[in-house]
């Protein structure tokens, strides 16, 4: 399950202040380890004569001013530091760039953690993150490319390029996979767009690598578009600000509105927390996207809103309904809906999801008679839980199912009443029995359980 994107801008913030846990120390050290162990044997075979003491400075400097514009995306967030790095490769001798890199973002770092905004141990990333810069090094040392660009040498710079992203591709895998339990998947989505930037910002970089040929420090020509881009970088983080904010906003309203519902009937609330624990179970059998994962928790955690408008002695009868007060009772899901879209925004959508969380995968169901993938798939899981948690609850006219009679009926009514793929996704997760989705064992009437 991949995270919402102001969910993982917001932990990827909050995760510098912290500690590393143990796991994830001993997969940044092993990594960090690795890059000495590479980069030390690369400036001991490699030509590292001729190093200019003023270029070095500069380039890791300004390298180093580079790492301050931080573009935030996804759990992490990328630099445009692909200006000065790759007129570095000609500049300087390539066996000594990755510990050059290295150096750069120690600088860059070192006054944030000294200003308390990153946690010491994170310091140890300055030796894993430069893993981009080993392969580049490695093939600029082996073709013994000069210090003059040619587009004439276009193979070995693409392939130069393509072991910048291995480098990278391997570090957050060791890193991520092993210290966090991050699919390889989640990762790609992230680098992608790091690779991205790196990609459309390479033949700026090239472009300063040959003023540099022509005009010593022709490379620092370069920085005023990284002014430009620090601007844009500013106006992203004011916009990704505003967005965790406004997430927030939404997220404390569905909270409420659930307190709500918990307060107005007892059942009802506790039925509800109920099915948002099983339907993010099953959410994540299913692997759904992030935006769809955040759909399922409120739309579960909101599906019997529209009950707080029907009358309690519907509500709360104890024996068989009416045609008419069928007819009352099964408004909920509209009224329902009415009531989130005055909210509007991410519990506009949520709404959508309430108004269908009844309807039936054969077509059978209400309000408005959907079928199959007319039905939003978190309609359709809420609905599944939903199921699963009323049946496994005792009623005034019958004893909670055992499990194993409900799970038959998730199996049986796959299909029609359910969503196969879902249906089938709710009997895996429930193959164990667990307290997942399964209600206190009070005494509920028919409607309150519909």
């Not at 759904?288 to 529209?306: C, K, P």
């Not at 024996?319 to 809906?337: C, F, N, P, Y």
């Not at 194993?404 to 969503?419: N, P, S, Y």
Request: hydrophobic share 50%; proline share 6%.
């Amino acid at each position: 399950m991949v995270p919402s994107f102001d969910e993982t801008e917001e932990a990827a913030r909050a995760r510098r202040l912290e500690p590393m846990t143990r796991r994830e120390l001993a997969a940044q050290a092993c990594v960090a380890a690795l890059f000495v162990i590479v980069a030390g044997v690369l400036l001991i075979f490699g030509d590292h004569e001729g190093v200019d003491p003023l270029d070095l400075v500069l380039l890791v400097g300004a390298t180093a001013l580079l790492g301050r514009l931080e573009f935030e995306i996804g759990g992490g967030f990328t630099v445009p530091t692909q200006l000065l790095f790759v007129p570095m490769l000609f500049v300087l001798p390539p066996a000594i760039v990755p510990l050059a890199v290295a150096a750069a973002m120690a600088l860059d770092r070192l006054p944030a953690m000294l200003a308390g905004n990153w946690h010491p141990q994170r310091l140890l990333n300055v030796l894993c993150d430069p893993w981009f810069a080993v392969g580049p090094a490695v093939v600029f040392t082996l073709f013994d490319v000069g210090p003059a660009p040619s587009l004439g040498d276009w193979p070995i710079y693409l392939l130069a390029l393509a072991s910048q992203f291995a480098g990278d591709l391997a570090s957050s895998l060791a890193r991520y996979s092993v210290g966090h339990g991050v699919a390889a998947h989640s990762q790609l989505l992230v680098l992608r767009e790091i690779w991205l930037v790196d990609v459309l910002l390479s033949p700026v970089g090239l472009l300063a690598a040959y003023a540099t040929f022509l005009q010593p420090r022709g490379y620092l020509l370069a920085l005023p578009l990284a002014a430009l881009l620090a601007v844009f970088a500013r106006e992203r983080r004011e916009r990704i600000n505003n967005a965790i904010e406004l997430s927030g906003a939404y997220r404390g309203t569905a909270l409420l509105l659930g307190d709500m519902l918990a307060t107005d009937d007892e059942y009802t609330g506790v039925h509800s927390q109920g099915v948002v624990s099983l339907a993010l179970v099953i959410a994540d059998e299913l692997h759904v996207h992030d935006n769809e994962r955040r759909l399922v928790e409120f739309g579960a955690l909101l599906h019997d809103i529209g009950k707080i408008t029907t009358p309690k002695e519907i509500l709360n009868k104890p024996g068989a309904l009416s045609d008419k007060e069928w007819v009352l009772m099964r408004e909920h899901t509209i009224v329902g809906q009415r009531l989130l879209d005055r909210v509007g925004g991410t519990l506009h959508d949520v709404g959508l999801i309430v108004r269908s969380s009844h309807e039936h995968y054969d077509g059978s169901g209400y309000p408005d008679g959907l079928r199959g993938e007319q039905i939003p798939l978190a309609a359709r899981i809420v609905s599944v839980a939903d199921a699963y948690n009323a049946m496994t609850t005792r009623r005034t006219y019958r004893d909670a199912l055992p499990h194993a009679v409900a799970i038959a009926e998730l199996r049986d009514h796959a299909g029609t009443q359910f969503d196969p793929a879902v249906s089938a996704a709710a009997v895996r997760a429930l193959a164990t029995p667990s307290d997942v989705g399964v209600p206190a064992q009070g005494v509920v009437s028919q409607a309150a359980a519909r």
